[in-house]
């Protein structure tokens, strides 16, 4: 099935029909499936729950592995990131979101965005907004995580944003061997570069990443990019 937006900014089309037209809200999100050729928005929901890209994604992942998470703005690489997370709590294993973008409350309502309920993995979840997230500091709040963790970074290019941290190699470097020493799985959530233009390139990919300081992108075992309701998941 392929959407003309992500699920999210559906939603927030709906939103704007129905405060426009003045209609209920569920009325809006069916026209907006309608709009979709799809008969109504809880079967639109049905249907893209059944092709989450993140189960597919979750699935080729492995204890050890770096991965980059990147799209333009808009596009759902922050909820896909702790889809991730939640996946991994599915199985059992531990969700690590790490973010210097959202306060707690946004995370919390992004669960609600996603369909999950943060009550229901307790102590599987643990969620760091703090403002002074590096590579060090995952490093030391990870000292005991058990293998198969999942520890999701929101987002690359802010680790290195205060003067006082490491530069953006050396922290990745880092993050890529806590991730091998420990058997975690690292997803780095990313930017992509403002030059990126969809319409003469259906989906970006390495060489769209933005990197305002030097990096080697190498240092990912594997990447996946957002666009359009599209996914695009390859080994680096």
């Known amino acids: 099935m392929k959407l003309s937006a992500p ?4 939603k927030r089309k709906a939103r704007l029909l129905a405060r426009t037209k003045t209609i209920p809200l569920h009325q809006a ?3 907006v499936a309608a709009s979709e ?5 809880s079967l639109l ?3 893209a729950a059944a092709v989450r890209p993140a189960a597919r994604l979750f699935a080729r992942l492995a204890p050890g592995d770096m991965v980059l998470l990147g799209a333009r703005p808009g596009q759902g690489k922050t909820l896909m990131g ?8 599915k199985s059992g294993h531990r969700g690590s979101f790490f973010t210097l973008e959202y306060t707690e ?3 919390l309502d992004r669960f609600r965005a996603i369909g999950a309920d943060r009550a229901q993995f307790g102590s599987l979840f643990e969620l760091d907004s703090s403002d002074i997230i590096s590579a060090a500091h995952i490093a030391g709040r990870m000292a005991s995580a058990p293998r198969g963790t999942m520890v999701v970074v929101d987002y690359l290019q802010l680790l290195d944003q205060k003067r006082d941290n490491p530069k953006l190699m050396e922290q990745v470097r880092a993050l890529r061997a806590l991730a091998r020493d420990k058997g975690l799985i690292v997803v780095m959530i990313s930017q992509i570069d403002r030059s990126y233009d969809p319409a003469t390139k259906t989906m970006p990919d390495l060489g769209d990443v933005r990197l305002p300081n030097p990096l080697d992108l190498k240092l990912f075992d594997k990447a996946c990019f957002l666009a359009n309701g599209e996914v695009r998941i390859h080994s680096v």
């Open 7 to 10: 699920i999210p900014v559906l």
């Open 29 to 31: 999100l069916d026209e």
């Open 37 to 41: 050729g799809i008969a109504g928005w």
């Open 45 to 47: 929901a049905a249907k």
């Open 82 to 89: 702790l889809e991730l997370a939640v996946e991994a709590m």
């Open 105 to 107: 409350k946004e995370v």
